[in-house]
């Protein structure tokens, strides 16, 4: 009785043509896990502006950014003792590496609050630019000010697909744009000023 087999050849096609086809599926795969991330960012960040946006409404002002445990991040006043929103702590999908020392800090949405920040700047230093990294009360309070013309009181923002969330938050701000390609710099942004996140 004669056995039959794959021949050598025909093992190595079938391979060839596997590794083709897994050639042309990982990166639609990756563009479309890519994509599915950004989706959950701006649905995230939509629901923190509207829990943002309902604390104005309970407190004639919207909720400090610093002061409290998080600075720059959601406070837990949106979730305790009112819950405008079930958990402040939402984790940005982008944040794989955070910034600071705290682990869980640094993989939450930016939140700042231009009218706490400046007016608490104005509490600290003194007039002169000198002051820690540079920044001293006028060039800090000058920062938020214009954060809040460009802004308006309050911005939210996610790393974005580049996942390195922009050190220099307050102000200067790298929009994502998925036209620039899925995976491109900058940060996707909601703010008072831009009722939908950009892009």
Do not use: C
């Not at 979730?79 to 600071?100: E, G, H, K, Q, W």
């Amino acid at each position: 009785m004669r056995r039959h087999g794959f021949t050598l050849i025909e093992l190595l096609i079938v391979v060839a043509i596997i590794a083709i086809l897994a050639a042309i599926a990982v990166p639609n795969f990756l563009e479309a896990q890519t994509r599915a991330k950004v989706s959950r960012a701006k649905a995230d960040i939509r629901s923190l502006a509207t829990a943002i946006e309902a604390y104005r409404i309970d407190h004639n002002s919207y909720p400090n950014d610093i002061g409290n445990d998080w600075p720059w991040y959601p406070p837990d006043s949106l979730s305790t003792p009112v819950a405008y929103i079930t958990n402040s702590f939402l984790p940005d999908p982008f944040r794989i590496s955070p910034m600071s020392a705290n682990v869980i800090q640094g993989r939450r949405f930016r939140y700042v609050n231009y009218i706490a920040g400046r007016d608490g700047w104005s509490h600290y230093g003194t007039p002169n630019d000198g002051g820690a990294y540079g920044m001293g009360l006028h060039s800090m309070t000058s920062a938020w000010t214009t954060g809040l013309a460009t802004f308006g009181e309050w911005k939210l923002s996610s790393a974005g697909p580049d996942q390195n969330a922009n050190l220099n938050f307050v102000t200067e701000e790298l929009i994502y744009d998925a036209t620039n390609g899925t995976i491109s710099q900058g940060d996707i942004v909601r703010s008072q000023l831009e009722p939908e996140a950009r892009p």
